[in-house]
Nanobody, 125 residues
Framework: QVQLVESGGGSVQAGGSLRLSCAASGRTFYKYAMGWFRQAPGKEREFVAAIRWSGGSTYYTDSVKGRFTISRDNAKNTIYLQMSSLKPEDTAVYYC??????????????????WGQGTMVTVSP
């Protein structure tokens, strides 16, 4: 059974930093892209960042470029999201996601089949 478990969320003031982790079990994803999404209250789930299996290609939504960095450790079957210069508008539940097969499209929810339970990030002004 595939499980994705996020950790590292919390409450910070604007300008602060957090590092999210997502540990996968039940299957190895080292040959697949993996991604981070977020969902704020009353809003749809949106793409945040994704990384190809080799780690050489990364993708970010415009609002987090230059502030967030996605990375992965294939040996640990884990991906990370380093978030810096956090803003109140970054407040959301953050989810990691993995596909059941490699996909060329990594920025949409439809590309992913496995989801974690989410971790809350709250950024206060």
């Amino acid at each position: 059974q595939v499980q994705l478990v996020e950790s590292g969320g919390g409450s910070v003031q604007a300008g602060g930093s957090l590092r999210l982790s997502c540990a996968a079990s039940g299957r190895t994803f080292y040959k697949y892209a993996m991604g981070w999404f977020r969902q704020a209250p009353g809003k749809e789930r949106e793409f945040v960042a994704a990384i190809r299996w080799s780690g050489g290609s990364t993708y970010y939504t415009d609002s987090v470029k230059g502030r967030f960095t996605i990375s992965r450790d294939n040996a640990k079957n884990t991906i990370y999201l380093q978030m810096s210069s956090l803003k109140p508008e970054d407040t959301a539940v953050y989810y990691c996601a993995a596909p059941s097969f490699d996909t060329p499209v990594v920025t949409t929810t439809d590309s992913y089949d496995y989801w974690g339970q989410g971790t809350m990030v709250t950024v206060s002004p």
